[in-house]
């Protein structure tokens, strides 16, 4: 199983941009698609953008535009460059593959947090 470690989080105003990094354990990252998450009200991970082994991109509608999900395979790390960042962004962000494990596996990192001021 791949070990994450995500960083890169903080306290930004509204309109500010922030890059998560996430660095993964393991020699068989780059056949692996890889997404971001964040915790809902319900403190249930959704899936907020999603790059495949092919490098094909998908997003939720709500960051579409203002997200952008990377790689680099020889790092073993996915990125997420967060532009025109909302209040309603603010939450603990977390990455693993895609679909993800279940919630309560032991299987995800401690995340980091994005809190945006209004």
């Known amino acids: 199983q791949m070990r994450l470690v995500e960083s890169g989080g903080g306290l930004v105003q509204a309109g500010g941009s922030l890059r998560l990094s996430c660095r993964a354990s393991g020699r068989t990252f780059s056949l692996k698609d890889m997404g971001w998450y964040r915790q809902n009200s319900e403190m249930q991970r959704e899936l907020v953008a999603v790059?495949?082994?092919?490098?094909?991109?998908n997003y939720a509608d709500s960051v579409k535009g203002r997200f952008t999900i990377s790689r680099d395979n020889d790092e073993n790390t996915v990125y997420l460059q967060m532009d025109s960042l909302k209040p309603e962004d603010t939450s603990r962000y977390f990455c693993?593959?895609?679909?993800?494990?279940?919630?309560?596996?032991?299987?995800w990192g401690p995340g980091t947090q994005v809190t945006v001021s209004s």
């Open positions: 790059i495949y082994s092919t490098l094909f991109t």
């Open positions: 693993n593959s895609h679909p993800p494990p279940p919630e309560n596996s032991a299987n």
